[in-house]
């Protein structure tokens, strides 16, 4: 069983949906991340939380800590949204990351 | 504007030959990172390095070195590519928590 767990792991709405992705992890951690990854390949950094809730535009991240569990929520979703969505979590002592496998979200016009 | 750059960023070679793919950061992280993704699959890390000198084996194995001669440089070497080592391979930094990834070397070997 992965350490880090996402649900869905595809996803496609309309334009214009409120869109939730979810993470939940087995282990204790020092900061968890979100991390959007475009069909070129490179990675962008969204997010690093390690408590409470984070805003940037129309992307927000919340993290609970007690449940081992992190959302992302993307409000008035557009297509340039569309990418590949993928939580890490940086373990307690270890600043490598663990990924995991990450959720494919497609906004249809 | 990137921070980390990453060289090639696609690239197709023929079994056998040497490689080199290159990673440079501007930031002065002391932490860098290679990782290996193959098409829809997570991330898996192949080497890191913690400061100049100083390069550990990842999670993941690896028939690649690296080598970390200066700070701002982490380049990864394939000695006799093989058509299995057909993947992208991420470069990334840190500092602390926070990390910082490059757009990737596309590889394939044919």
């Known amino acids: 069983k992965n350490e880090v767990e996402q649900s869905p792991q595809n996803l496609t709405a309309q334009e214009g949906e409120f869109i939730t992705i979810n993470c939940s992890y087995s282990v204790g951690i020092s900061a968890l991340h979100w991390l959007q990854q475009h069909p070129g390949g490179g990675i962008v950094s969204l997010f690093m939380?390690?408590?409470g809730k984070k805003k940037h535009g129309r992307l927000i991240a919340t993290i609970n800590i007690q449940e081992k569990h992190s959302s992302l929520h993307i409000t008035a979703s557009h297509p340039r949204d569309s990418a590949v969505y993928i939580c890490?979590?940086?373990?307690?002592?270890?600043?490598?990351?663990?990924f995991g496998t990450g959720t494919r979200l497609t906004i249809i016009p | 504007e990137a921070d980390i750059y990453q060289t090639p960023r696609y690239l197709v070679i023929g079994t056998g030959k040497k490689i080199t793919l290159e990673c440079s950061q501007t930031m002065g992280h002391d932490k860098m990172y290679w990782y290996q993704q193959d098409p829809g699959m997570e991330l898996h890390l192949i080497h890191y390095?913690?400061?100049?000198?100083?390069?550990e084996k990842g999670d993941l194995s690896s028939e690649s070195t690296v080598s970390r001669i200066r700070t701002e440089h982490f380049p990864l070497t394939l000695e006799s590519a093989r058509p299995s080592h057909t993947s992208q391979y991420l470069c990334?930094?840190?500092?602390?928590?926070?990390?910082?990834f490059g757009s990737g070397t596309r590889l394939t070997v044919v």
């Open positions: 890490a979590v940086g373990l307690k002592g270890n600043e490598k990351l663990t």
């Open positions: 390095s913690y400061g100049v000198n100083s390069t």
């Open positions: 990334a930094s840190s500092r602390g928590y926070g990390y910082t």
């Open positions: 939380l390690s408590s």
